[in-house]
């Protein structure tokens, strides 16, 4: 018998399969998706692949396989979900497949690791006063080494492969440190329990009020039929989704089948977690995501491996855990963009859900408050089923919101971030020891250039997005087709000179309010207070425990936390996500707009919501104020046909990165050229735009460009663009990268 074999390999030229017969004594031990090492070329260590396909005969003269392992870590269907997923994503077979295996699979041997309950850790051998004196007389002189030990200063006890990762450096420079006698290795217990040391009182069912009845019984029907059914679950927060999730996995429970449920990685807090610990216990529940160390995702991967986990709880990466009786999937929050990888393999975890489903015959539960207009645009066209919840289901009312038009604020001599009736609000709140959130978005890199005195956003003539600023050229270009203006100092619209740069971090704002109310107590929580493991975690619990009376906060603070004492929540740049350069600019901040008034007056005190913006009659703003989803969707629909942005098409980004210039913008220019001649030959549906440096045109000192195609996204165009970038591997330069990325969520 012959093996058609994938190497275990990123390298593009090596995705194609390679014939080696299957040794007698292996033929019983060896099927599809089987793990093998094999002789490969002159290499002499033996290299690892996997059993793609068996067949009786090869055209070629063929090496025997050297070895196998006996795991039987994927199946069939799974390697076929790779192969599918290779194709639409534009990637390795093997990178697909590696998404599949056990955590730390093939990582310097962490699987051996990870299945000990010690892992080696690392710790300072002298103290940072002596080490600060060798740095300053030149005993350390590598960047690297003084980064490390100053970082290691900082977080101590932490192990070496985390460490590794967290400050960059190799094991080698680990080594090195310690021969010089820095740091030290040790044996360390590691928790291998992601639930730890809790006592969860158990829940019962609720009795589902007349829309969560009607939600559930679809669903069941769906369940009981095996129908590959899609449903919507609309209903703003509170509004009781949770409820009806877990009734339906308790009947997924009762077929004995397995239910996987997704959520927003930043919103996968112990929180989550326990409502559904406290209904099912801890034995029957496994949990994903990236937080949780090598060893802990091992340990949950075998319990679903195993039969045990009957409820996969998970960020996207939960959705290749080892389940074969998958029973139903759920999608929370289905509008996050942490669905999306924006990492080889570029895969939309939706997709796989839907491949999945339709494997299995089994329903998806989308579920949001604010759905994507992809997903509503589908329920519309009767391609998913609607169903909804309107009104909150423990009967608190959705809060008061207010939008407060911060040019007005300037005119009357007010400079500051926070308008006279957000300060009047928040002077209140600490007087009634009530809390209040403050929310910054400070997301994206790019800056914009506004108007003052009227809003004015410079906007690209023929994209209708915001052009962003670059400093370094000092001129405002489009992210999309590449139109150049210089930036004004007068606002065109209304001649003023009252030009402002960009808006002001979190940070600055804690500044600013500690300086307002010094007799309040703040906290922040942004990317640069939240770093460690559980820090997140902690912060939340500061503010819940510790009589904090304000949390400024990003994106990070809106997200799915429950917090019974807040009742003011004020934004405090609503435009920040606004003028974004992205077609998704309105929906953005709709749904977070949404989210955030989502956080007030979630018990029995209404809430109440203060939303400061220059752009008053922007839509999403305008919208936000009544939480109007629907009426929302049905002014953005109509821009988005207009415009031709997806729903009505797909965006497809041809990346290329190169240390050197100008082999990528030679690449660009030949991939452009390979298309567009494709398109005029073969009369291909497609829009593609001229190459374009990408907004952020170098990171890491490396060039970036784009080519950027709208189109419907088929086989047709999977064709074109493989046989494009084909072409382009031969001829083109070797140290150039190419990427393809299928509706990316971020266009930086
Ligand atoms: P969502 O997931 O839509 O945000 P939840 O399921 O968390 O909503 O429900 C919000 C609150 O309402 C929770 O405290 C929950 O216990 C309560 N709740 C949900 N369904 C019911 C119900 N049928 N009867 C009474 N309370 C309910
Ligand atoms: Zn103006
Ligand atoms: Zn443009």
Known sequence: MIAEIIMNSSVRNLDR???????????????????????????KELKEGFVVNIKDKSDFEVKDISKVEEKDFIDEAKVNLAKW???????????????????????????????????????????????????????????????????????????????????????????TLEKNGYIEF??????RNPFLHKVIASTNNLELNEEQQAAYTAVETALDDMMNSEFLLFGVTGSGKTEVYLQLIEKV???????????????????????????????????????LSVGERYDQWYKIKNGEAKIVIGARSAMFAPINDLGIVIIDEEHDSSYKSETTPRYNVKDVARYLAKEYSVPIVFGSATPSMDTYYKAQNGDIELLELSKRANDASLPDINIVDM??????????????????????????????????????????????????????????????????ENKLRCHYCGYETAPFNRCPEC????????????????EEINKIFPMAKTIRMDVDTVSKKNSHEDII?????????????????????????????????ADGSLNIDDYRANERTFQILTQVAGRAGREKDKGSVIIQTYNPDNLAIEYSKEQNYKVFYDTEIKIRKQLKYPPFCDIILIGFNSENENHVIDSAKFVYKALRDKIINEKLQIILYKPVPAPVDRIKNKFRWRVIVKCKFDDKIIDALKSVTECYNEQGVK?????????PTNMM
């Open 495 to 510: 001649d003023s000179i009252n030009i402002k740069y960009s808006g002001s971090g979190t940070q600055k704002l804690e």
């Open 186 to 191: 040790y044996e360390n217990a590691v928790e």
């Open 253 to 291: 429970l009762n077929m004995g089948k397995t239910s996987v449920m997704l959520v927003p990685e930043i919103s996968l807090t112990p929180q989550t977690v326990d409502r559904f610990i406290s209904r099912f216990g801890q034995e029957k529940i496994a949990v994903l995501h990236s937080k």
């Open 407 to 472: 040019r007005a604020e300037l005119a009357n001599g007010n400079r500051t971030s926070i308008s006279m009736s957000l300060y009047n609000k928040i002077k209140q709140n600490i007087h009634d020891k009530k809390q209040t959130i403050l929310f910054l978005n400070r997301r994206g890199y790019s800056t914009f250039i506004m108007c003052r005195d009227c809003g004015y956003v410079a906007k690209c003539r023929h994209c209708n997005i915001a052009l962003t600023y670059h400093s370094r």
């Open 541 to 573: 619990n500061k503010f819940k425990n510790e009589n904090i009376d304000i949390l400024i906060g990003t994106q990070m603070v809106v997200k799915g936390h429950h917090f019974p004492n807040v009742t003011l929540v004020g934004v405090i740049f």
């Open 85 to 175: 997923m290779s194709k639409r994503y534009f990637c390795n077979v093997s990178d697909c497949i590696k998404l599949m295996l056990p955590p730390g699979t093939g990582t310097n041997n962490i699987e051996n690791r990870a299945k000990e309950k010690t892992a080696r850790f690392i710790r300072l051998a002298k103290s940072i006063d002596e080490i600060e004196f060798d740095i300053e007389n030149k005993k350390i002189k590598s960047e690297k080494h003084i980064r490390a030990l100053r970082m290691l200063d900082k977080i101590s006890d932490i192990p070496s492969k985390e460490f590794e990762e967290l400050a960059e450096v190799t094991s080698a420079i680990l080594k």
């Open 735 to 743: 140290d150039v990268k190419i990427s393809i990325d299928v509706n």
């Open 17 to 43: 399969t390679f014939d080696y017969s299957i040794p007698f004594e292996m033929e019983d031990k060896i099927h599809i998706g089987s793990r093998v090492l094999v002789k490969f070329g002159n290499i």
